[in-house]
């Protein structure tokens, strides 16, 4: 039976997104969801979840606390090819770098920068908050039945800017263009919750839960 590993490294509360990807393996025969901070756990796992909340340099160093649990994630999946998601800060730290607060290194498992919105509207606040309208700018198996106009829920104050723009999958605009969500080969990310962007949401965590990449 397929294992999908949520990653607990304290950086979070994950009891909503625990219980939309049981939700969603459930209803669709899709495994086991399991809640870990387990290398071993891990590496045997058939996909992996990275949430996180907070800013990134704090989530970065919670990570790499765990000993020998980064490594155990990227041995999958930079290796193995195992499926990943990452979600809000699970997300940017895909990149090659963060600059909130300080320069911060990423993953590097998509080119680009973690970067402050800046919206080109002075009156919009950042953070931004609150529902926004998908934009789908390239086709992926995670966002088979989603469509342009369709609503996610954010809250954060930086977003992704990729390096290559086959890697941008949809963005938000909030007085310019805001990324929603990256992906290259078996790694996608989303910026936004999907486990509170209600029938949006879900349908992501459900295509995730059975794509092959």
């Known amino acids: 039976m397929s294992l999908t590993a949520l990653v607990d490294y304290d950086s979070g509360n994950l009891h909503s997104a625990q219980k939309a990807f049981e939700r969603m393996a459930h209803e669709a025969g899709h495994g086991t969801i399991v809640v870990t901070s387990e290398p071993d756990v891990v590496a045997k796992a058939d996909r992996i979840v990275l949430p996180g909340d907070g ?4 989530c970065r160093a919670a990570l790499f606390r765990f000993t020998g649990l980064f ?9 193995r090819g195992v499926p990943f998601m990452g979600i809000c800060i699970g997300m940017q730290m895909m990149a090659t770098r963060g600059l909130e607060f300080e320069p911060t290194a990423g993953f590097g ?18 953070p931004h908050m609150g529902w926004n309208d998908l934009v789908i700018d390239n086709p992926h198996p995670v966002l088979d039945g989603v469509r342009t106009g369709d609503h ?7 977003h992704f800017k990729v390096a290559t723009p086959a890697h941008l999958l949809a963005h938000v605009d909030y ?7 990256v992906g290259r080969d078996n790694m996608v990310g989303t910026q936004f919750h999907p486990e509170k962007s ?8 459900s295509n995730f839960l059975r794509w092959k990449p």
Do not use: M
């Open 55 to 58: 800013a990134y340099p704090s």
């Open 71 to 79: 490594d155990a994630i990227e041995e999958a999946v930079t290796r």
């Open 109 to 126: 498992w998509i080119p680009g920068e973690v970067v402050r919105i800046t919206p080109e509207d002075e009156t919009l606040k950042v």
């Open 152 to 158: 996610a829920y954010f809250v954060h104050s930086y």
């Open 175 to 181: 007085a310019g263009p805001v990324t929603a969500v």
């Open 198 to 205: 209600q029938a949006t949401g879900l349908r992501i965590i």
